[in-house]
């Protein structure tokens, strides 16, 4: 079974004119929705067709043009017997009385050469044999003509009429027409019956068969077919869809008056500023970004000015090329609709199956909601295409000074003492809220000797007097001193940032006076001229 796929062309020749059934056009469109490939076929030949149409109406002449010539023509020419004359040439044109006036001139001319020659026993039945065949194709060929030789002037230009009219409206479903308009521009037009010869149907395939074939080999191009048709199906270069992208990192002194700058270049450039981001760093500078939609052409203008409102850390352009992707997501969005058509007459069409409808008004919304999306994804990118977005990041100057200094204080104490457990307790009885006791231990060992360490957090404002009443504790054996300046929100050095003192840490270590003799050491250097006398005199 021939299915539609194969005779593609066929079909779609026969729906061009209308001559389908509605079975078969249900089938047709069902295939074209199926088949992207049927589909591609069926809009290259509504294009050619309408294009040769449009290509016809400017090219067609008045109505009284026609009609006008052949007056003209008979004016110049007048007809002194129209009735012995029109006969005669009425006659002339039967071709059954053509190959008979032929026979007799050939049958005379041999004779005149017999008589002439004196070959009197010439046989002439081997060279008239060829009558009786030109006689039966005459008569059936002139059996297979429309209409008689004499043609009155009112029948041909009927036919011309409608010869053009049929090739410009589409209404003459006959492709062999088609063909001979098109050569129509090259070719004269046989006014003997060319027109009514019908053409077989292999010939009618193969020129509808045009998507396969190339236009110079089936017609001969028209001046209105080799100039640019403005629906092309190749888009330009100059229909490309080009997005424009940059990113600016610029350092200025005040970020404020940075950015009402950039607001104000952005009005001139016929953009906007669309979003702004800024926060605050610990040395009260501020840090932020920028995006800027702005009209392609005017990007560079609107980059040239931006770079002189600072320092100029950073820029990069791009361009992205997304044409495929919208001529892909229009191509979806056209199939949608064109889906969402014909469901919407299947839902015309009165059916007793609920099932069916409600699977078909299921199917709708999905193509409806398809449909919406593919817009929305084309209202995007037509934005993207529309204006150029430029994403400034912006930063004060001095952006790593510190806004701060943290001044951090460690005291190392060691004393002695006789009684080690009423110096714990001295210690531990200065706490209050500006003095923290964070660590206490009071060990004793196996001879009975005690040790006490503390460890005590001091308010900078009390620690000098802190650590003066604990030295007075007890015999001060070690006291060492360390401080740490740390930056706060940046680094290096600032004139103008403050130094705050956190809280000191002292650590305490308290020990018994008994134990003072075994902690003290003595170095003595002696000079002598016999080093093992004195020696032994020390010993």
């Not at 297979?144 to 009219?165: C, Q």
């Not at 084309?378 to 295409?385: A, G, H, I, P, S």
Request: glycine share 6%; net charge negative; with cysteine.
């Amino acid at each position: 079974m021939v299915t539609i796929h194969e005779n593609i062309n066929e079909f779609l020749a026969a729906d061009l004119h209308g001559e389908l059934s509605e079975s078969e056009r249900e089938e047709l469109h069902t295939h074209l929705m199926e088949c992207a490939e049927c589909r591609s076929l069926h809009k290259e030949e509504q294009l050619t067709h309408r294009v040769l149409q449009a290509t016809v109406e400017r090219a067609k002449p008045p109505l009284g043009f026609e009609q006008r010539m052949i007056s003209s023509f008979r004016n110049r020419v007048p007809n002194r017997s129209p009735r012995l004359s029109g006969f005669f040439v009425n006659a002339l044109r039967w071709r059954a009385i053509q190959a008979v006036a032929v026979a007799a001139l050939f049958f005379t001319l041999v004779q005149m050469g017999r008589i002439l020659s004196g070959d009197a026993g010439f046989n002439f039945a081997p060279l008239l044999g060829f009558l009786p065949r030109m006689q039966a194709e005459t008569s059936s060929a002139s059996a297979n003509e429309a209409m008689p030789a004499r043609v009155d002037v009112k029948k041909k230009e009927t036919d011309r009429s409608s010869f053009s009219g049929g090739f410009a409206g589409g209404q003459n479903a006959s492709s062999t027409e088609d063909k001979a308009v098109g050569r129509k521009q090259t070719e004269p037009i046989d006014s003997y019956g060319t027109e009514d010869i019908p053409q077989t149907p292999e010939q009618e395939r193969v020129i509808v068969t045009g998507s396969h074939t190339s236009t110079s080999e089936e017609t001969s191009p028209s001046p209105a077919e080799t100039s640019p048709s403005p629906i092309g199906p190749v888009a330009s270069a100059d229909n490309r869809k080009l997005v424009r992208n940059a990113k600016v990192d610029l350092e200025v002194k005040n970020f404020d008056e940075a950015l009402q700058s950039i607001r104000a270049l952005a009005s001139d450039g016929r953009g906007y500023v669309a979003t702004t981001s800024s926060q605050k760093q610990e040395n009260g500078k501020l840090r932020g970004e920028i995006i800027v939609k702005i009209f392609p052409e005017n990007l560079n203008d609107f980059l040239t000015n931006l770079r002189k409102l600072g320092d100029l850390k950073n820029q990069t352009l791009a361009t992205e090329d997304p044409t495929k992707q919208y001529v892909d997501t229009d191509a979806r969005l056209n199939n949608a609709r064109l889906l969402e058509t014909r469901l919407i007459e299947l839902l015309k069409k009165k059916s007793d199956d609920v099932e069916d409808l409600l699977a078909v008004e299921k199917e709708l919304g999905r193509v409806r909601e398809q449909i919406e999306q593919l817009q929305g994804e084309l209202k995007f990118m037509d934005m993207q295409v529309r204006f150029a977005t430029v994403t400034i990041s912006l930063a004060e100057k001095d952006m790593e000074t510190p806004a701060g200094f943290l001044l951090k204080e460690r005291v190392q104490l060691s004393l002695f003492a006789p009684d080690v457990e009423k110096i714990y307790a001295e210690i531990q009885g200065l706490a209050s809220p500006s003095v923290q006791i964070t660590n206490a231990t009071l060990d004793r060992d196996d001879a009975g000797r005690i040790n006490a360490r503390v460890s005590i957090l001091i308010a900078p404002e009390n620690a000098d007097d802190v650590i003066a009443k604990v030295k007075s504790l007890g015999r001060v054996e070690n006291y060492q001193l360390q401080s740490e300046r740390i930056a706060r929100g940046g680094e290096g050095m600032s004139q103008e940032a403050k130094t705050e003192r956190d809280k000191m840490q002292l650590n305490i270590t308290v020990w018994q006076d008994d134990q003072e003799a075994a902690r003290q050491q003595t170095s003595l250097r002696i000079r002598a001229s016999d080093v093992t006398e004195q020696s032994r005199l020390l010993r």
